[in-house]
């Protein structure tokens, strides 16, 4: 089948690269001339854990091609998928649909012949019909059908995860565009479940599972808070909470707050969106409010730890929004080194691979180190913001005779209790 994948960022690059690898061919549509450039010189342009091996197979047997050109990628293809950002609006926090309707006005004038425009980008209820009504408007003979196609992928696993989805919605009341569309999932029948519903419905299943993943880790956050205080251990209550099957094991850990490109968008224009509708969201606006506050009391709770010495070195591990990404939006690594730079002068951060992003963000407001012992040098305390594999084999008794004081807060309960304090450190992880 012939794509056309409008938007090359974290969900249209690798859905690309995906769709390639099962012998599509795919055309990459970006704005963004740099962008282009750098992907057809064959070097890629963010970090995803699998990708570049795919990328470059498909690149060299010609089945992904990258473009500034919307006519020629969209006049040729079956299905045009809209993969463009939907950023938070800077004060009403609603979806931004700027880029959506804008790509939708442009492709309209292109389409040829019989086409489906599927949004995978993440876009409020209603949206399908709009984005229907502009291309209609501008090119009236045009023969197309608008797909709600939602991605579930999740950063740093976006790859695994276009392989292996946990289930395929497809949106639309249009059989012919049903049909087109399973004909693309093909490769996935049999491996997954196949969900056909209506447009909004779709639409709004994206951001219904975003939110209740989100209010799902707000949950275990506040049980964590919970156990600090009476005596219980978190990692124990979630374990015994996760057998159960109606609870499930994923989204149980604690931690300093959810974020990235997400969850923090999706749930506010979730709720955003139950006010619009007159049909309050309350666990959400709660969930959003309450993980707002977690970063910054996480970020004093490290200038307490160091309250013996307010000068004493602070050593950052993790900035990335999570562990296998180096995207650094919305990271609570990073709203919680904010918080800290008020009280601090002396923090070194380190992260394996979020420094570039980071350094755009924090600027010359703390050091940057190039290894974990280089930021861990003479420091006074050792925080763990983001869950690297690598944090959970630092090399205790090493990192404890460059340090200045022997003092770990553990925000992801990376490190095991045990090994550390058996290494002659002082010891706070999250919940216990
Ligand atoms: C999320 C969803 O998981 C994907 O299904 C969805 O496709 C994607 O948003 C999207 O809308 O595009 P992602 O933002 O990549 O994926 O990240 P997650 O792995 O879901 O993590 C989000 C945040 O929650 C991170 O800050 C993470 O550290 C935090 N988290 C996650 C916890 O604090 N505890 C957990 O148990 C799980």
């Given at each position: 089948?012939?794509?056309?994948?409008?938007?090359?960022?974290?969900?249209?690059?690798?859905?690309?690269?995906?769709?390639?690898?099962l012998?599509?061919d795919?055309?990459?549509?970006?704005?963004?001339a740099?962008?282009?450039?750098?992907l057809?010189?064959?070097?890629?342009?963010?970090?995803?854990?699998g990708?570049?091996?795919?990328f470059?197979?498909?690149?060299e047997?010609?089945k992904?091609?990258f473009?500034?050109?919307?006519?020629?990628?969209?006049?040729?293809?079956?299905?045009?998928?809209?993969a463009?950002?939907?950023?938070p609006h800077?004060i009403t926090?609603?979806a931004?649909?700027?880029y959506?309707?804008?790509?939708a006005?442009?492709?309209?004038?292109?389409?040829?012949g019989?086409?489906?425009?599927?949004?995978?980008s993440t876009?409020p209820?209603?949206?399908?019909?709009?984005?229907?009504?502009?291309?209609?408007?501008?090119?009236?003979?045009?023969?197309?059908?608008?797909?709600?196609?939602p991605?579930?992928l999740?950063?740093?696993?976006?790859?695994h995860?276009?392989?292996?989805?946990?289930?395929?919605?497809?949106?639309?009341?249009?059989?012919?565009?049903?049909?087109i569309?399973?004909?693309?999932?093909?490769?996935?029948?049999?491996?997954?479940?196949f969900?056909?519903?209506?447009?909004?419905?779709?639409?709004?299943?994206?951001?219904?599972?975003?939110?209740?993943?989100?209010?799902?880790?707000?949950?275990?956050?506040?049980?964590a808070?919970?156990?600090e205080?009476?005596?219980?251990?978190?990692?124990?209550?979630?374990?015994?909470?996760?057998m159960?099957?109606?609870?499930?094991?994923?989204?149980?850990?604690?931690?300093?707050?959810?974020?990235?490109?997400?969850?923090?968008?999706?749930?506010?224009?979730?709720a955003?969106?139950?006010?619009?509708?007159?049909?309050?969201?309350?666990?959400?606006?709660?969930?959003i409010?309450?993980?707002?506050?977690?970063?910054?009391?996480?970020?004093?709770?490290?200038?307490?730890?160091?309250?013996?010495?307010?000068e004493g070195?602070?050593?950052?591990?993790?900035?990335?929004?999570?562990?296998?990404?180096?995207?650094?939006?919305?990271?609570?690594?990073?709203?919680?080194?904010?918080?800290?730079?008020?009280?601090?002068?002396n923090?070194?951060?380190?992260?394996?691979?979020?420094?570039v992003?980071?350094?755009a963000?924090?600027?010359?407001?703390?050091k940057?180190?190039?290894?974990i012992?280089?930021?861990c040098?003479?420091?006074?305390?050792?925080?763990i913001?983001?869950?690297?594999?690598?944090?959970?084999?630092i090399?205790?008794?090493?990192?404890k005779s460059?340090?200045?004081?022997?003092e770990?807060?553990?925000?992801?309960?990376?490190?095991n209790v045990?090994?550390?304090?058996?290494?002659g450190?002082?010891?706070?992880?999250?919940?216990?």
């Amino acid at each position: 089948m012939r794509l056309a994948i409008i938007g090359t960022g974290y969900v249209g690059l690798p859905t690309g690269v995906g769709f390639a690898e099962l012998g599509n061919d795919v055309v990459c549509v970006d704005k963004i001339a740099d962008k282009i450039e750098t992907l057809n010189r064959g070097e890629l342009t963010l970090f995803e854990d699998g990708l570049e091996d795919l990328f470059r197979k498909n690149v060299e047997r010609g089945k992904i091609k990258f473009t500034l050109d919307m006519q020629s990628a969209v006049c040729n293809a079956d299905v045009v998928m809209l993969a463009v950002g939907t950023p938070p609006h800077p004060i009403t926090k609603e979806a931004d649909l700027q880029y959506i309707y804008a790509a939708a006005k442009e492709l309209a004038q292109y389409l040829d012949g019989y086409t489906v425009v599927a949004t995978k980008s993440t876009v409020p209820v209603g949206t399908g019909d709009e984005i229907e009504k502009i291309i209609r408007e501008i090119n009236c003979d045009a023969d197309f059908d608008v797909v709600s196609i939602p991605e579930f992928l999740r950063e740093g696993f976006a790859i695994h995860d276009f392989f292996n989805p946990d289930r395929i919605v497809i949106g639309t009341n249009s059989e012919r565009a049903r049909e087109i569309m399973l004909q693309l999932y093909a490769p996935f029948v049999g491996k997954t479940s196949f969900l056909l519903v209506k447009r909004r419905s779709s639409e709004t299943i994206k951001y219904a599972s975003n939110a209740f993943l989100a209010m799902k880790i707000h949950y275990i956050n506040e049980m964590a808070d919970f156990c600090e205080k009476s005596g219980a251990d978190i990692l124990e209550v979630a374990e015994g909470m996760g057998m159960d099957s109606r609870i499930g094991k994923k989204f149980l850990n604690p931690g300093p707050g959810y974020g990235g490109s997400c969850f923090p968008k999706d749930t506010n224009a979730m709720a955003q969106m139950g006010r619009k509708y007159g049909a309050p969201l309350n666990l959400i606006e709660t969930t959003i409010a309450k993980n707002g506050e977690r970063k910054a009391k996480m970020g004093l709770r490290v200038i307490e730890a160091i309250k013996s010495n307010p000068e004493g070195k602070i050593a950052v591990l993790g900035l990335a929004f999570k562990g296998g990404t180096d995207d650094c939006r919305e990271s609570p690594a990073i709203d919680i080194v904010r918080e800290m730079v008020k009280h601090s002068h002396n923090i070194c951060v380190y992260d394996p691979k979020a420094m570039v992003n980071a350094k755009a963000i924090l600027g010359d407001s703390v050091k940057y180190a190039n290894s974990i012992e280089d930021a861990c040098r003479t420091a006074d305390v050792m925080v763990i913001l983001t869950e690297w594999e690598d944090f959970r084999h630092i090399d205790l008794l090493k990192i404890k005779s460059i340090m200045a004081k022997p003092e770990i807060v553990d925000l992801r309960n990376m490190l095991n209790v045990d090994d550390v304090v058996k290494a002659g450190f002082e010891y706070q992880g999250v919940g216990k």
